[in-house]
């Protein structure tokens, strides 16, 4: 790694201040930026060091902050920033650490990690090094990365005792990623537009946050040239056999546009998961979790926001981790434009348009019997995760549907959607078929949210607060981000 093991060169101290005036606590898990749930920790293009004044300024209450270091310049310069400005300043009382994930790909992966250590141990700053073994996929290996690495990252920050993970995104990333989301479609309804969050909750449990999404490479790197510090480069950055090292080529006169557009798909897509989220709140009943039921009013909504609550509650029911392809809500929303009063399927679920209204549930097909081991947990059918404390396995699959429990279950339903309802309810049945049940408290169904669960962009996080209410989810815990409304 170029100057990574060469001795520091002296801290130079970054500008004090960058609070933001007339900061006021509010909800905390709304980040609002002119009335939207848009979060912003810098509005312009910024210098790594007014980038990180402005998340540190933004923190509730003092955080351990876990700075995700590739050894990049990214993160390199992520790591410097931060920690010069809190040097600058104890008096917030922030502490940095920071983790390498070494994800095994490339021979000189693992010398890297190490030159980040070294590099922290200079700063007197807590590092970790966590690897991506066993065997790897053949294809996608792109996605199998990226997965492997948030949970390695919720990891060293469970070991750390991290409060929040800091990554290095750039704002060059950031158009890079919608350049090539609009490459596969530039329609307005593509939420992808919008790019990156600034902030995601990942596995329900750990804030990520990406301070320099308003900061350019450039300045990035000039940051780190000025310190005498150098940086690894990862060779597949200039190959271009991959997609986006085309589009960054492509983008040198084009960035001032895209970032513009970029801002409007982010406000646009935080409006609707709000309005999303205010339909769900006047007209939607979930019942036992797996049937959905919409009020014949609300098929009088706007069509856009009716459309996103749809695809959400598709998802949900259908454990699906992505909401529904474009062409097939289109056939939903046909069917309920013409106010047909019938049945189609989407995602793995039945729309039932009946005079009562619009009744979801998941499909009756495909649901497979899981055994769930002693002390293991496991997702079921996408829908529901099974905890297993007893001393003995269970297994679990699709309920036999009873017609007469069923309208017990579902009295407000007509019997033949109770009887399909019921049939997606989990079974959990004993190992021992003679023995005396399964002792409630040994065995667990939680519901989840597929969509939300593993990974959930701070735009959703009002709409997926509403629906986990609907479904009977554990709540989701707040960004842990002071809030702040300005004039836009």
């Known amino acids: 790694m170029r100057d990574l093991e060469r001795g520091a060169a002296p801290l130079s101290k970054c500008r004090q201040g960058g609070a933001f005036e007339g900061q006021q606590r509010t909800e905390a898990s709304r980040l609002l930026i002119g009335g939207s749930a848009v979060p912003t920790f810098s509005d312009q293009s910024s210098s790594p060091c007014k980038a990180a004044e402005a998340l540190i300024a933004r923190l509730a209450g003092p955080s351990t902050i876990l700075a995700a270091?590739?050894?990049?310049?990214?993160?390199i310069g992520l790591l410097l920033a931060f920690h010069q400005v809190l040097a600058a300043d104890a008096r917030h009382g922030h502490k940095l650490v920071a983790a390498t994930v070494d994800h095994g790909l490339r021979p000189e992966a693992a010398d890297e990690a190490d030159a980040v250590f070294r590099l922290c141990a200079e700063l007197s700053i807590p590092h970790i090094i966590r690897r991506w073994d066993g065997e790897k996929p053949k294809s996608g290996i792109s996605a199998a990365s990226r997965d492997a690495r948030y949970r390695l990252l919720i990891e060293a920050a469970d070991s750390l005792d991290a409060d929040v993970i800091i990554t290095g995104h750039t704002l060059d990333d950031q158009i890079e990623t919608v350049s090539m989301r609009a490459a596969?479609?530039?329609s307005e309804s593509n939420l992808g537009l919008a790019g990156m969050a600034e902030a995601v909750l990942l596995d329900r449990r750990r804030w990520l946050l990406r301070p320099f999404l308003a900061t350019r490479r450039e300045a990035i790197r000039d940051f780190l040239l000025r310190q005498g510090?150098?940086?690894?480069?990862?060779p597949s950055n200039a190959d271009r056999h991959y997609e986006r090292?085309?589009?960054?080529?492509?983008l040198v006169d084009r960035s001032d546009a895209l970032l513009e557009a970029i801002q409007s798909a982010a406000r646009r897509r935080s409006r609707l998961a709000e309005e999303a989220a205010e339909l769900a709140r006047r007209h939607l009943r979930v019942e036992h979790g797996v049937l959905a039921r919409l009020a014949p009013e609300a098929l009088s909504e706007q069509s856009e926001t009716l459309r996103h609550l749809l695809a959400n509650l598709a998802a949900i029911l259908g454990g699906r981790q992505h909401l529904?392809?474009?062409t097939t809500m289109d056939r939903v929303m046909a069917m309920l434009d013409g106010r047909h009063m019938g049945r189609t399927t989407a995602g793995r679920v039945m729309f039932d348009l009946r005079r009562q209204g619009?009744?979801?549930h998941r499909e009756n097909r495909d649901q497979v019997v899981t055994?769930?081991?002693?002390?293991?947990?496991?997702?079921w059918d996408g829908r529901y995760r099974i905890g297993n404390l007893s001393d003995d396995f269970v297994t679990v699959g699709a309920s036999s549907a009873d017609r007469n429990l069923a309208i017990a279950l579902f009295p407000d339903a007509p019997p033949a959607i109770a009887m399909r309802a019921m049939g997606v309810m989990p079974d959990i049945t004993a190992a021992a078929p003679s023995s005396n049940g399964i002792n409630k408290a040994s065995v667990i169904a939680e519901p989840i949210l597929a969509p939300y669960d593993r990974f959930l962009p701070q735009f959703d996080l009002i709409l997926a607060s509403e629906l986990g209410l609907s479904f009977g989810c554990d709540e989701f815990p707040a960004a842990p981000i002071k809030v702040f409304e300005r004039k836009s």
């Open 184 to 186: 596969r479609s530039d």
């Open 324 to 326: 529904p392809a474009a």
């Open 69 to 75: 270091v590739s050894g990049g310049s990214d993160s």
């Open 229 to 234: 510090r150098g940086w690894a480069d990862d």
């Open 358 to 360: 619009l009744f979801m």
């Open 371 to 379: 055994r769930v081991d002693e002390g293991e947990t496991v997702v």
């Open 245 to 250: 090292v085309r589009v960054r080529e492509s």
